[in-house]
């Protein structure tokens, strides 16, 4: 809780302590800057360049 204290504090958008957990739980499964997101959160994450251009090639085994 102490940690999370000290992002509320650290953060120069309003948050709630309750809102604060409550999003910061969604945003664990996204990779994005936390600074960033504490600050902007409603700022959409930045697309990973090429994670999805390239595809896998399908060999099946003889």
Do not use: G, R, S, T
């Given at each position: 809780m102490l940690l999370i204290k000290h992002l509320q504090m650290k953060s120069t958008f309003n948050w709630s302590l309750s809102n604060l957990v409550a999003l910061l739980r969604?945003?664990?499964?996204?990779?994005r800057d936390?600074?960033?997101?504490?600050?902007?959160?409603?700022?959409?994450?930045?697309?990973?360049?090429?994670?999805?251009?390239?595809?896998?090639?399908?060999?099946?085994?003889d």
């Open positions: 969604q945003q664990l499964f996204v990779y936390l600074v960033a997101w504490l600050n902007d959160p409603y700022k959409a994450p930045p697309a990973l360049e090429e994670l999805h251009d390239a595809q896998m090639a399908l060999a099946f085994a």
